[in-house]
């Protein structure tokens, strides 16, 4: 079965820091660009993060360049995002997704991501 599952959101204060995992199975990880996106409340989902297949190259969201770091671990099968000193504002759920292509791009609507997860939710407190 082809999937993303993602773990490791929770409740943290402001200031803090969590690292989500997303874990993928039923197809060739290492063929994929992977993301990360997030849909705040009352907010369109947005990217956060794309790594190539290499993990090679990477790009982020300007609301979290300097604070989260994207990685991949391609004989674990795994895509993490370190998420540190976290704000009220990155509160959301955070999704991760797979597109068949060797890197990704800044704007995050190419490549086409068509392997989605249910999603873990972050809430930070203030």
């Known amino acids: 079965q082809v999937q993303v599952v993602e773990s490791g959101g929770g409740l943290v204060q402001a200031g803090g820091s969590l690292r989500l995992s997303c874990s993928a199975s039923g197809f060739a990880f290492d063929d994929y660009a992977m993301g990360w996106f997030r849909q705040r409340p009352g907010k369109k989902r947005e990217g956060v993060s794309c790594?190539?297949?290499?993990?090679?190259?990477?790009y982020y969201a300007d609301s979290v360049q300097g604070r989260f770091t994207i990685s991949r671990d391609n004989a674990k099968k795994t895509l993490y995002l370190q998420m540190n000193s976290v704000k009220p504002e990155d509160t959301a759920t955070y999704s991760c997704a797979a597109a068949r292509a060797e890197v990704c791009s800044s704007d995050f609507d190419r490549p086409e991501y068509n392997i989605w997860g249910q999603g873990t939710q972050v809430t930070v407190s203030s």
């Open positions: 790594i190539s297949w290499s993990g090679g190259s990477t």
